[in-house]
C-alpha cells in the first residue's frame, strides 16, 4: 500500500511517498480502508519536532530520537472496513467508519489496523468522508478545555483563534451548551465566525480586546498566541483561561467521539474545511499548514488502485 513516511524531522520534504506492508487484522482488529484524514498543527509540530526547551529529551524518548518512531503521521480518518479479524463483533466489512488514532498517529496511509474496542465510531450515513475526518482533531480539543474550565449555559466564553480547526468547532460547540460566544480572528475570517454562530466577533487587526470592557466566564486561546498577561484584563472573577500551548495534551473520551459524531449527523456542527489535498500532496499541505493561516482543515484525500 501507498503511505506517507516521516524519514526524518525537519521541513516538509522528510515526508516521503512509499511503499509500505499492507497490515494484516490480528484478532479483534479491523482494517480501514481510508478515504480521508486531515495535517492539523500537531502533525507539523511532530514532523519539524517543534518542543518547547523544557520538553525536547522528553519528547524525543517518547516520539523517537532520530526520527518518529511511528513513521507514518496523521491522527484523524474516514473510511470503510476492508477486513475483519477473528472474532471481531462491532464492525462488518462496508461499514463506515470514523476513528481517531491521537499519538499513535497512522493515517497518513491508504489502510490501517484497529482494535474494534479502539476510538472508531459510525460514519452518519449523509456525512462526506471529508467533513468526517475533519472532525475529532478540533472537537476533541475543544471538549477537553471546555470541560476543564467546566462551561455552562450562559457562561460568556472568549475563543481567541475562532477560525482555526479547534476554533471553529469550539465556537459551535459552546453554542450548542448555550454559552454567550465572542470569537477573535483576523479581518479575513469574520463572516466565517460570524456563520459558525459567534454572537460576537472582534477582529484582533481592528481592535484590541484586553481594552474592550469585557469580562469573560471562559477564555479558550485556541492557537497557543493568546499571552497570559492579558487574560487579567479579560476575565470574570473565578473565570478559567485554557489554552492548547503548554497546558498539556487534550484528554480525549470515547463518549466525546459518540457526541460529536451524534452532532455532526444531525447538522448540529459541521467542520469547516480550508483546503484540500491528494495524498501525494502532503508535502505542499505540511507547507500550508506551517504558515499559520488554514481556516478550519486541511483535509487529505487518499486515492486508492481500482
Known sequence: MKAMVCTAYGPPEVLQLQEVAKPIPKDHEV??????????????????????????????????????????????????????GQDVTRFKIGDQVLAFRGMRFGTYAQYICMHEDGMIVMKPEHVTYDDAAALFFGGTTALHFFRKANIRQGHKVLIYGASGAVGNLGV?????????????????????????????????????????????????????????????????AGGSYVTVEGQGVAKVLMEDLRRLTDLLGKGKIKPVIDRRYALEQMAEAHRYVDTGRKRGSVVITVGHDR
Open 31 to 84: 482494517r480501514i480502508k481510508i478515504h480521508a484524514t486531515t495535517v492539523n498543527s500537531g502533525d507539523c509540530r511532530v514532523r519539524g519536532f517543534r518542543s518547547p526547551l523544557l520538553y525536547k529529551i522528553p519528547m524525543r524518548l517518547v516520539l523517537g530520537l532520530r526520527k518518529p518512531r511511528q513513521p507514518i503521521l496523521g491522527v484523524e480518518l474516514a473510511g470503510e472496513v476492508e477486513a475483519v
Open 172 to 236: 459551535q460547540l459552546a453554542k450548542h451548551a448555550g454559552a454567550v460566544v465572542t470569537g477573535v480572528c483576523s479581518t479575513v475570517n469574520v463572516e466565517l465566525v460570524k456563520s459558525l454562530g459567534a454572537d460576537q466577533v472582534v477582529d484582533y487587526t481592528q481592535e484590541d480586546i484586553s481594552k474592550s470592557g469585557e469580562r469573560y466566564d471562559i477564555i479558550l486561546d485556541a492557537v497557543g498566541k493568546l499571552p497570559k498577561s492579558l487574560c487579567k484584563h479579560l476575565l470574570a
